[in-house]
């Protein structure tokens, strides 16, 4: 499979590995991504790739979007698991992402009272006030930490704003353990560098991290699908289970995609 772009200002519903059937909320336009990160790994590709001259989407478009899907699947008596903002980018650089995650969570207590209203992000923008209140509204507060080392973060998530990794894990502590750490682990090489973050030192760190952060959870995958930079391979499925168990040995419950 190749990268590819969602759909806006709704897509799916989508059978989640980790959420189950879920409505994608994507503020990118569909024509291209816009993200802090340019990741290595992105399966929407890199971002010089995927530039696009469209803004973010409407406040309004996301609204009735939403509402409409919603409808849609009760009308089909479809249940719903969640409803996650993703999409083809960074969702909460969105102006409109704090008034777009109040919205969500009314259809969804109208509509759907049992699903849950998840937000993925790099967590470049956690830090913001508005941006922080709304993260601890949702149910599922999934921000990214792939590592603590500066130089590997460089090298594989590539940020395009200003990124301090050791201020990240003070932003994610300030959560006060209503966060969920989403970290990939991985092999391989990109332009001769190593991206090998299985090895003790980088593990060691990142446990170390954690501990600070005092998540509620923590969730490890490796890449599942083409990536658009080569190179790069998955983590074997008994490196990845002996990561999370030394995860759960400090007391964090830990899914993990293989």
Same mark, same amino acid.
């Given at each position: 499979?190749?990268?590819?772009?969602?759909?806006?200002?709704?897509?799916?519903?989508?059978?989640?590995?980790?959420?189950?059937?879920?409505?994608?909320?994507?503020?990118? +336009?569909?024509?291209?991504?816009?993200?802090?990160?340019?990741?290595? !790994?992105?399966?929407?590709?890199?971002?010089?790739?995927? #530039?696009?001259?469209?803004?973010? $989407?409407?406040?309004?478009?996301?609204?009735?979007a939403?509402?409409?899907?919603l409808?849609?699947?009760?009308?089909?008596?479809?249940?719903?698991?969640?409803?996650?903002?993703?999409?083809?980018?960074? +969702?909460?650089a969105?102006?409109v992402?704090p008034?777009?995650?109040?919205?969500?969570?009314?259809? #969804?207590?109208?509509?759907? +009272?049992?699903?849950?209203?998840?937000v993925l992000?790099?967590?470049?923008?956690?830090?913001?006030?508005?941006?922080?209140?709304?993260?601890?509204?949702?149910d599922?507060?999934?921000?990214?930490?792939d590592?603590?080392?500066?130089?590997? $973060?460089?090298?594989?998530?590539? /940020? #395009?704003? /200003? !990124?301090?990794v050791?201020?990240?894990?003070?932003v994610?502590?300030?959560?006060?353990?209503?966060?969920?750490?989403?970290?990939?682990?991985?092999?391989?090489?990109?332009k001769?560098?190593?991206?090998?973050?299985?090895?003790?030192?980088?593990?060691?760190a990142?446990?170390?991290?954690?501990?600070?952060?005092?998540?509620?959870?923590?969730?490890? !995958?490796?890449?599942?699908?083409?990536? /658009?930079?080569?190179?790069?391979?998955?983590?074997?499925?008994?490196?990845?289970?002996?990561?999370?168990?030394?995860?759960?040995?400090?007391?964090?419950p830990?899914?993990?995609? !293989?």
């Open positions: 499979m190749s990268t590819f772009l969602n759909q806006s200002p709704v897509f799916g519903p989508v059978a989640s590995r980790r959420f189950g059937v879920s409505l994608g909320v994507n503020l990118m +336009p569909t024509t291209g991504k816009i993200c802090t990160f340019d990741c290595l !790994y992105c399966e929407n590709g890199f971002n010089d790739e995927r #530039r696009t001259r469209d803004g973010y $989407v409407d406040l309004d478009q996301v609204i009735s939403l509402k409409q899907a409808e849609d699947m009760a009308k089909r008596d479809e249940k719903l698991d969640d409803i996650c903002f993703a999409g083809n980018g960074e +969702p909460t969105s102006p992402f008034a777009a995650v109040d919205a969500a969570l009314a259809l #969804r207590d109208h509509y759907a +009272p049992e699903a849950h209203v998840t992000s790099n967590g470049t923008q956690a830090a913001r006030p508005k941006v922080h209140a709304a993260l601890l509204r949702v599922r507060n999934v921000l990214k930490l590592t603590v080392d500066a130089t590997y $973060v460089a090298a594989l998530d590539r /940020p #395009r704003v /200003p !990124y301090d050791e201020r990240q894990v003070e994610f502590a300030s959560f006060k353990g209503h966060v969920i750490v989403q970290t990939i682990f991985l092999r391989g090489s990109y001769g560098r190593s991206l090998d973050n299985t090895d003790e030192g980088h593990v060691e990142w446990l170390s991290a954690l501990e600070r952060i005092r998540p509620e959870g923590v969730t490890i !995958y490796t890449v599942d699908r083409d990536t /658009p930079a080569p190179g790069l391979s998955k983590a074997p499925r008994e490196t990845l289970d002996a990561i999370a168990q030394r995860v759960r040995a400090l007391g964090f830990c899914t993990v995609g !293989y």
